[in-house]
């Protein structure tokens, strides 16, 4: 079993910049593969950015060049660096963990509102 609480979130200007951040615990969390998702009013969550145990990242094209995942496995804690926001990245960010790659995510934090002011 898996917990994971974000925290970070806020009300920023366009063009501002957020750090949020992911913590885990319960379990050894460098066996996860994790991801932060989004999910606007009336809108599908969507992928943000994904990491995996080995390091390697991807990302939506609407954030590429402006966000960037990390992730701290001394601290069981990914972080998703968010630069140059936009509106339309308002939304409830979550973050996900998952053992398997090619699996569903096991594992949902609660959220935390990013809130991008034009």
């Known amino acids: 079993q898996v917990q994971l609480v974000e925290s970070g979130g806020g009300l920023v200007q366009a063009g501002g910049s957020l750090r949020l951040s992911c913590a885990a615990s319960g379990s050894i969390f460098s066996i996860y593969h994790m991801g932060w998702y989004r999910q606007a009013p009336g809108k599908q969550r969507e992928l943000v950015a994904m990491?995996?145990?080995?390091?390697?990242?991807n990302y939506a094209d609407s954030v590429k060049g402006r966000f960037a995942i990390s992730r701290d496995n001394a601290k069981n804690t990914v972080y998703l660096e968010m630069n140059s926001l936009k509106p339309e990245d308002t939304a409830v960010y979550y973050c996900g963990a998952r053992r398997s790659i090619l699996s569903a995510y096991d594992y949902w934090g609660q959220g935390t509102q990013v809130t991008v002011s034009s």
């Open positions: 990491i995996t145990v080995g390091g390697s990242t």
